[in-house]
């Protein structure tokens, strides 16, 4: 079984400040993919980064960067240069090898910028 | 729009009234997942769609919930009987798999049902 645990429930960063926000899962696929997305107050999801099992590099998408630590467990992501559209809930999640595509969720972190 | 559409946004249902719950994909899209997302937690998913066969309902939480995609394209998520437990956002997602690399899926705004 596949476990997301995101201990952070809420976080707050000065503008233009970097930020990290947890997650560790917890899987016994051997391939697997990590994934953030982002949930403003209007509901959408919407994706941030991916990070696969067996990739050599951290993955990076403009200001997000994925710190991933595999014999941790973890995939941390962090947001530079915090900008207050960043305001908004963050889930973790991951999804195994295969032909079952589901996503398993963390329950997510509340970041709020400050001016 | 060129992105994941779902209707209605917002839904009020009596209690043990039947609700239809409509999701548009993106052209293209080989995969359609559903998932519920309770007040406060992450999404949890319900059930998976590879053009018009449910390859997965295993979250589906009761049989009064039920899922189509009968032309690999539009799907409808039906809940019978409603009761206050299933107040929820309810998420679609789309995506190309299998077709082309691995890629992630694309979500609707939701459907935002209370039900009282």
């Known amino acids: 079984a596949q476990k997301i645990t995101q201990t952070q429930p809420g976080m707050f960063v000065q503008e233009k400040e970097a930020v990290t926000l947890d997650c560790t899962y917890d899987?016994?696929?051997?391939?697997?993919?990590l994934f953030w997305y982002k949930q403003p107050s209007s509901g959408e999801m919407i994706f941030l980064i991916y990070q696969g099992s067996y990739d050599q590099q951290n993955a990076t998408e403009g200001r997000y960067s994925l710190n991933f630590q595999k014999a941790r467990k973890s995939a941390n992501l962090v947001i530079s240069a915090s900008q207050l559209g960043d305001s908004a809930m963050y889930f973790c999640a991951t999804r195994g090898a295969g032909n079952n595509r589901k996503l398993i969720w963390g329950l997510g972190t509340s970041l709020a910028v400050n001016p | 729009g060129a992105g994941v559409s779902q209707s209605p946004r917002y839904k009020v249902a009596k209690r043990g009234q039947d609700v239809a719950l409509r999701c548009d994909p993106i052209s293209g899209h080989v995969s359609l997942f559903w998932y519920q997302q309770a007040l406060g937690q992450g999404p949890e998913f319900l059930t998976y769609?590879?053009?018009?066969?449910?390859?997965?309902k295993s979250g589906l939480p009761s049989d009064r919930f039920f899922a189509e995609r009968p032309e690999g394209s539009v799907s409808t998520l039906k809940i019978q009987r409603t009761q206050q437990e299933d107040s929820a956002v309810y998420l679609c997602?789309?995506?190309?798999?299998?077709?082309?690399?691995?890629?992630?899926?694309?979500f609707g705004q939701g459907t935002r049902l209370t039900v009282v």
């Open positions: 997602a789309s995506s190309p798999f299998p077709k082309g690399a691995n890629t992630e899926a694309f």
């Open positions: 769609f590879q053009n018009e066969a449910q390859l997965d």
């Open positions: 899987t016994s696929d051997p391939s697997y993919g």
